[in-house]
T-cell receptor
Framework: AQSVTQPDIHITVSEGASLELRCNYS??????LFWYVQSPGQGLQLLLK??????LVQGIKGFEAEFKRSQSSFNLRKPSVHWSDAAEYFC????????????FGTGTQLKVEL | GAVVSQHPSRVICKSGTSVKIECRSL??????MFWYRQFPKQSLMLMAT?????????EQGVEKDKFLINHASLTLSTLTVTSAHPEDSSFYIC???????????FGPGTRLTVL
């Protein structure tokens, strides 16, 4: 079945440590790929997106993601996590020809220990 | 980035009443808006796609008579939950697509609680 998978429901890291959030997709063609962050009381915010080209994408707030076609993955990374990064993170896709409809993964809750 | 507002942010209503939620794009015109539903600790599920001046397109399993969507202008879409029941309690989120930047911007969400 076509899907977006975030294997980790919860992740806890220490402030200053590196972070990697996993995202895998299962579609015949490579979709457009996105990472969003959801903080309480705020709307989802786009961190970065990948349509084509360079497979390493830089985003806001020091985040980056790498598209790996062979692994059908689009993992989100940050070299040094800040306490303010604690939030829910969603991977999402838009299928080419899919009418701009976003399909979201199940989300990963990030907790940052001081 | 562009701003999308939702009103109200929180609503509590009695079973059987109808509730209207507004979604506005504040600094851009959105020909397309989307409505999502999010259950606690779960992902966003697309309910419907709203196009200005035409009928909304509902996702499979979403009752169009229960969730009425109106997109009367390029900056406003409304979702009305008709005859709400406790199982309709959820977090409803809208997004608006900015065609100039080809990006969706999300509202902060509306928490609906039906007693």
């Amino acid at each position: 079945a076509q899907s977006v998978t975030q294997p980790d429901i919860h992740i806890t890291v220490s402030e200053g440590a590196s972070l990697e959030l996993r995202c895998n997709y299962s579609y015949g063609a490579t979709p457009y790929l996105f990472w969003y962050v959801q903080s309480p009381g705020q709307g989802l915010q786009l961190l970065l997106k990948y349509f084509s080209g360079d497979t390493l994408v830089q985003g806001i707030k020091g985040f980056e993601a790498e598209f790996k076609r062979s692994q059908s993955s689009f993992n989100l990374r940050k070299p040094s996590v800040h306490w303010s990064d604690a939030a829910e993170y969603f991977c999402a896709v838009i299928l080419t020809g899919g009418g701009n409809k976003l399909t979201f993964g199940t989300g990963t809750q990030l907790k940052v220990e001081l | 980035g562009a701003v999308v507002s939702q009103h109200p942010s929180r609503v509590i209503c009695k079973s059987g009443t109808s509730v209207k939620i507004e979604c506005r794009s504040l600094d851009f015109q959105a020909t397309t808006m989307f409505w999502y539903r999010q259950f606690p600790k779960q992902s966003l599920m697309l309910m419907a796609t709203s196009n200005e001046g035409s009928k909304a397109t509902y996702e499979q399993g979403v009752e169009k008579d229960k969730f009425l969507i109106n997109h009367a202008s390029l900056t406003l879409s409304t979702l009305t939950v008709t005859s709400a029941h406790p199982e309709d309690s959820s977090f409803y989120i809208c997004s608006a697509r900015d065609p100039l930047h080809n990006e969706q911007f999300f509202g902060p969400g509306t928490r609906l609680t039906v007693l």
